[in-house]
T-cell receptor
Framework: NAGVTQTPKFQVLKTGQSMTLQCAQDMNHNSMYWYRQDPGMGLRLIYYSASEGTTDKGEVPNGYNVSRLNKREFSLRLESAAPSQTSVYFC??????????????FGDGTRLSIL | GENVEQHPSTLSVQEGDSAVIKCTYSDSASNYFPWYKQELGKRPQLIIDIRSNVGEKKDQRIAVTLNKTAKHFSLHITETQPEDSAVYFCAASRGGSYIPTFGRGTSLIVHP
């Protein structure tokens, strides 16, 4: 049972380039999330998908787009990367019950550097 | 909106001692409080959570207490071990919300 799988693990981009971070979960969870983690800032929610077919903005959505491809997969796209988007990105999932709409399982993270 | 403050930012203890991390929150409607552990370079892991209808919850050496009146909740780790060394994050949210507010984390160092 892999849990939450993210790819790639590391990526270096130049300013203005685009890329998509991939995430898949095999726990049949309804809800999926994308967070970024910066030193001293804790975890900040970028976008979430409460269930298949829906996506919503989190705290810091500017510069990002997401796609909930199916129940398993939730991708994050940077259309025109900026140095301020240098961060560690975590995908997460939860079963989405009323009082557990918070991440329960995280992926290993993607370390993204933008030059 | 919700504001969560976490203290201390760093906590250093000797192996076998107890450790306590405290979080305060501002939104009296918050009713779900998870705690996450993140070892260096690893993913965050949900280690324990508490709902507002419960005052205390235990799981082996860890426990969480909640004081709704004072709007604070704490993580207690007893008989600490070196493998407990990590950053611990608290969070608070309302039921039905997908957007938790995280504390800034506490770096726990357990010295052998």
């Amino acid at each position: 049972n892999a849990g939450v799988t993210q790819t790639p693990k590391f990526q270096v981009l130049k300013t203005g380039q685009s890329m998509t971070l991939q995430c898949a979960q095999d726990m049949n969870h309804n809800s999926m999330y994308w967070y970024r983690q910066d030193p001293g800032m804790g975890l900040r929610l970028i976008y979430y998908s409460a269930s298949e077919g829906t996506t919503d903005k989190g705290e810091v959505p500017n510069g990002y787009n997401v796609s909930r491809l199916n129940k398993r997969e939730f991708s994050l796209r940077l259309e025109s990367a900026a140095p301020s988007q240098t961060s560690v990105y975590f995908c997460a999932s939860s079963d989405g019950t009323y009082l557990s709409n918070q991440p329960q399982h995280f992926g290993d993270g993607t370390r993204l550097s933008i030059l | 909106g919700e504001n969560v403050e976490q203290h201390p930012s760093t906590l250093s203890v000797q192996e076998g001692d107890s450790a306590v991390i405290k979080c305060t929150y501002s939104d009296s409607a918050s009713n779900y409080f998870p705690w996450y552990k993140q070892e260096l370079g690893k993913r965050p892991q949900l280690i324990i959570d508490i709902r507002s209808n419960v005052g205390e919850k235990k799981d082996q050496r860890i426990a969480v207490t909640l004081n709704k009146t004072a709007k604070h909740f704490s993580l207690h780790i007893t008989e600490t071990q070196p493998e407990d060394s990590a950053v611990y994050f608290c969070a608070a949210s309302r039921g039905g919300s997908y957007i938790p507010t995280f504390g800034r984390g506490t770096s726990l160092i357990v010295h052998p």
